[in-house]
């Protein structure tokens, strides 16, 4: 295996990891209270994240057998031994763990990384293409696979100051393509727009309809991420930052970059 390729073995290992640790954690949380909405949601951000990881692996092909057992561990099977919709949320978590300890059996019980093969010359996907000064999406690009990981490995500090960083980013970028009339008419403050407090972009954005509500979600630690550091980014409150609030704000992060990419 050349290194390359070894080096993406890793990666994706050290990302499988993490989805399946996260999801015995959601499963002995989800058998408690199956009913808990919150709980609901992140469980649905877990799905997602291992469908995105999935179809990497897979290469896009919905005919290769690792994303054929993802589509099938949403199913349940009749007495007649038939596909029906309607698992159990617990039972769909425990058949997507068995899903992805097989990609990390594929990948560590060959030289040939048979699992990705496929995928290897596949583009990354192009989650930021919405945004309109083209130097900016590399950088938010990396920055929101760096807030993935930061979170998988516990570190909820670098992870939602980084979702933080990536909103404002997209928003800023939003507002400013919108052009002097359109912020004229919002009554907007008074000055350049990098120069607003980013609840105030936050605010201004949804009043001219580029994103709708889901800012309201936002942790109240996130809303004064800035805050958080002094002017030289030494950490001189040591704020409490919980998995919860972190998980959260990337939710929030979501949100707007489906409000700001309709078609996405």
């Known amino acids: 295996m050349d290194e390359s390729l070894r080096s993406q073995v890793e990666n994706y290992l050290s990302h499988l990891d993490g989805l399946i640790r996260r999801g015995r954690q959601l499963r002995a ?4 209270d199956p009913s808990d909405k919150s709980i609901i949601a992140a469980l649905r951000v877990w799905q997602e994240d291992c469908g995105v990881t999935i ?7 919905k005919a290769h057998w690792l994303a054929r057992s993802f589509s099938e561990a949403f199913l349940m099977r009749s007495t007649a031994g038939h ?3 309607g698992a159990a949320p ?12 097989q990609a990390v059996a594929s990948l560590t019980g060959t030289d040939d990384g048979p699992v990705i093969s496929a995928s ?11 945004v309109h000064n083209l130097e900016l999406r590399p950088v938010v690009e990396q920055a929101y696979t ?4 930061a979170l998988e490995q516990a570190e909820y ?6 979702s933080c960083g990536i909103l404002e980013a997209i928003v800023t970028d939003a507002l400013e393509h919108g052009g002097v009339a359109a912020l004229a008419t919002s009554d907007a403050p008074a000055g350049k727009i990098a120069d607003w407090a980013f609840e105030t972009r936050l605010a201004v ?9 889901g800012c309201a979600r936002l942790p109240a630690i996130a809303r004064k991420y800035r805050d958080a550091t002094d002017s030289d980014g030494n950490d001189y409150k040591n704020p409490t930052i919980t998995e919860r609030d972190a998980r959260t704000t990337g939710q929030v992060l979501k949100v707007v970059m489906r409000d700001l990419d309709p078609g996405r």
């Open 120 to 130: 290897t010359q596949a583009p990354a996907p192009h989650r930021f293409d919405f």
């Open 55 to 61: 179809n990497q692996l897979s290469g896009g092909s």
């Open 205 to 213: 954005a949804e009043k001219l309809g580029l994103i709708r509500s």
């Open 90 to 101: 617990d039972e769909i978590v425990k058949r997507l763990i068995d899903v992805l300890e």
């Open 29 to 32: 949380t989800v058998e408690k």
């Open 157 to 162: 500090d670098v992870a939602l100051r980084t």
């Open 83 to 85: 596909a029906v919709e």
């Open 146 to 149: 760096d807030s993935r990981r």
